[in-house]
């Protein structure tokens, strides 16, 4: 599995989905599993385990979860509040009727008596409800071991069965909880070494749980590339917010994003109000059903109905409800409803951060049109996804670092981030190098841009080494287009203009293809290669992709073409390794003309011993088993 990533990948998506259906309806995510972990290091010396946390963070369906897991059978619960008593945990003497028409006595055990005789593990949910008397009253057993007899009260000597284990969850006593009882003394103690505390599901696992929620029988997905790759992961990201929010205060720069940072520094938080894993569950469960019921609400217009459900129950506080709006907002969510669609004040969403996009109406419908192209994903599609950067690595295998500067607006690169040593294109349409900032005024400083090269190669015997290779490519893909019709151009990327190339159809021209000049001296055996982090150009056309290319890394790197396509096909041992990894690299130093007469980008995919080759459309969307093949200058 170490060699093969995608697999491992797919895998832990399809465990994930089955134990949200399966297996105690909870993912073994690697927070998950961590905590089962300590739990289970705890269990196997027979001691009480003390899983303690903010509410609604799975405590009692982990602690069920870990009963199963770690005894194979399932808990018997004590579910606490302060009306429960003895009887209620240990059990107690009744009486039945007799054949005879008599009358007998008969033990009832309760839940813990029957956990001891049986071998079970119990569960003791919101143990901080239970009056403090009645907490006591459970210490006795506290250290009792398998083999152990103990005096039930009602039921007589119980003999404890090997298996018996007490776990308990429970709130601690807060301003969050003040109904709730503080620990006495001596049962703090029994605590103090076997206590866990259980947190909210980390944002990246959050998605992932998102994704095996949604996921079909067969490990697919029906959903737009748009809301997995952005909604999707904006909702975690909204969601972490919330979460920290109830359980103290917002973060100071998100405080600071929804301008609700006092000029004391003061920070607001949640009462009430909170969004859970249960939130998200209830919500993917409606949607599935709304599809199944035919409708065709773009899944960002469904999720704002869903949200705005939450956000107009008048149980909770108004601040608490103004709070998660300015949260939800400034995430991008929202944007479908009003502030009286949400019974809240009219200047709910004044401030940038929301401002910003709600004032962009073209931008919103785009996003609405976007959210609603849903397509048929496959689980090898969806073991690529991975928007927070949790599994992409370089290389080396260290985690990928997105160091952006923003310049001023400059022409085409206007409101856009850009690095220092990338090529932009002025309104004039000449190509400068961004050099950075100017200190004095902000706007940024730019380099004049000289191609540099050896001089273009002889087109003829370009032509000689890479026709035959074109010709074989289109019978491969059962394309009828004449050998006639097979031509090269040199062609810089940095000349092209590739928006104006998508709307450039010419059945008749089929068979065109354009060659990098600054590629065709290089080595390709000893070029070293670089794959730049992809994840920015999801949802983009390859048009703007190719634009990015050339504007980002051209003057630092070279984009190979048809002629690097050749190469790799008819050198699949000295391919690099890097490039294995069964995405598809992209070459953009070339476009190729297909026999429908658009402008296409070759690519390979690596399947097991050979090079397979595709081209796509240029005004198709980038995806996130797209890759780039860059070489370094």
């Given at each position: 599995m170490e060699k093969n990533p995608r697999a491992a990948r797919v895998v832990e998506l399809i465990r994930y989905r089955r134990g949200l259906h399966f297996e105690g309806h909870i993912a073994s995510t690697p927070s998950v599993v961590a905590n089962l972990e300590k739990i289970g290091s705890r269990m196997i010396t027979w001691i009480s385990v003390f899983l303690h946390g903010p509410s609604v963070t799975g405590k009692t369906s982990l602690g069920r979860f870990a009963a199963r897991h770690f005894t194979g059978q399932d808990?018997?619960?004590?579910?606490?509040?302060?009306?429960?008593?003895?009887?209620?945990?240990w059990g107690k003497t009744g009486i039945r009727p007799t054949e005879g028409g008599g009358m007998q006595t008969v033990d009832i055990f309760g839940p813990l008596a029957k956990a001891m005789q049986e071998g079970k593990a119990v569960v003791f949910d919101e143990f901080t409800a239970l009056p403090k008397e009645q907490m006591v009253f459970i210490k006795g057993i506290f250290n009792a071991k398998p083999g152990d007899t103990v005096n039930v009260v009602g039921n007589g000597r119980v003999k404890i069965t090997p298996g018996f284990q007490m776990i308990?969850?429970?709130?601690?006593?807060?301003?969050?909880?003040?109904?709730?009882?503080e620990l006495p003394p001596e049962i703090a103690r029994e605590f103090e070494q076997n206590n866990l505390e259980i947190d909210y599901t980390p944002k990246a696992e959050a998605y992932d749980i998102m994704l095996a929620r949604l996921m079909n029988p067969d490990g697919s997905l029906d959903m737009s590339w748009h809301d997995l790759n952005v909604t999707l992961p904006k909702l975690c990201e909204a969601l972490e917010e919330i979460e920290i929010a109830y359980t103290d205060k917002e973060r100071e720069?998100?405080?600071?994003?929804?301008?609700?940072?006092?000029?004391?520094?003061?920070?607001?938080?949640?009462?009430?109000?909170?969004?859970?894993?249960?939130?998200?569950?209830?919500?993917?469960?409606?949607?599935?059903?709304?599809?199944?019921?035919?409708?065709?609400?773009s899944f960002v217009e469904f999720l704002d109905e869903r949200l705005k459900t939450g956000l107009t129950f008048k149980e909770y506080p108004e601040s608490d409800r103004i709070l998660a709006t300015k949260i939800l907002a400034s995430k991008g969510f929202l944007l479908t409803l009003t502030p009286e669609d949400l019974s809240l004040p009219r200047n709910v969403f004044d401030f940038d951060a929301s401002k910003k996009v709600r004032d962009n109406k073209s931008a919103t419908l785009a996003l609405l049109a976007d959210s609603a192209k849903e397509v048929h994903i496959s689980l090898k599609e969806l073991a690529d996804l991975d928007p927070f950067g949790v599994r992409r690595k370089d290389s080396n295998g260290n985690q990928f670092l997105n160091i952006e500067y923003l310049a001023q607006a400059f022409g085409e690169g206007a409101g856009k981030k850009i690095l220092p040593g990338q090529l932009v294109k002025g309104p004039d349409g000449k190509i400068s190098v961004f050099v950075g900032i100017s200190k004095t005024d902000g706007s940024p400083v730019l380099q004049?841009?000289?191609?540099?090269?050896?001089?273009?190669?002889?087109?003829?015997?370009?032509?000689?080494?890479?026709?035959?290779?074109?010709?074989e490519t289109f019978k491969r893909w059962n394309q009828n287009v004449p050998d006639t019709q097979i031509s090269a151009k040199l062609e810089s990327p940095a000349s092209q203009d590739y928006k104006a190339l998508t709307g450039d159809i010419d059945t008749a021209k089929a068979g065109e293809y354009t060659l990098n000049p600054e590629v065709q001296n290089l080595d390709f055996e000893t070029a070293k290669v670089f794959t730049p982090d992809p994840s920015a150009f999801i949802g983009k056309s390859l048009s703007e992709v190719a634009e990015h290319l050339v504007t980002t890394f051209g003057s630092r790197y070279y984009l190979p073409g048809i002629e690097y396509w050749q190469w790799l096909a008819s050198n699949p041992d000295k391919s690099p390794q890097s490039l294995k990894d069964g995405k598809y690299q992209?070459?953009?130093?070339?476009?190729?003309?297909?026999?429908?007469?658009?402008?296409?980008?070759?690519?390979?995919d690596w399947s097991g011993d050979e090079w397979d080759r595709y081209a796509k459309w240029l005004d198709n969307d980038w995806n996130s088993y797209c890759r780039v093949v860059l070489l370094e200058r």
């Open positions: 808990a018997e619960m004590v579910y606490c509040n302060p009306q429960t008593r003895e009887a209620n945990i308990f969850t429970a709130n601690l006593k807060s301003d969050k909880n003040p109904e709730r009882q720069d998100t405080a600071r994003l929804t301008e609700t940072l006092d000029a004391s520094g003061k920070r607001a938080g949640l009462k009430k109000f909170v969004m859970t894993q249960g939130t998200i569950e209830a919500i993917l469960e409606s949607w599935t059903v709304e599809k199944r019921l035919g409708e065709n609400t004049p841009y000289e191609q540099k090269g050896l001089s273009p190669p002889d087109l003829s015997q370009l032509e000689q080494l890479c026709n035959p290779f074109i010709q992209f070459l953009f130093g070339s476009l190729l003309r297909s026999s429908n007469g658009h402008w296409c980008v070759p690519y390979v």
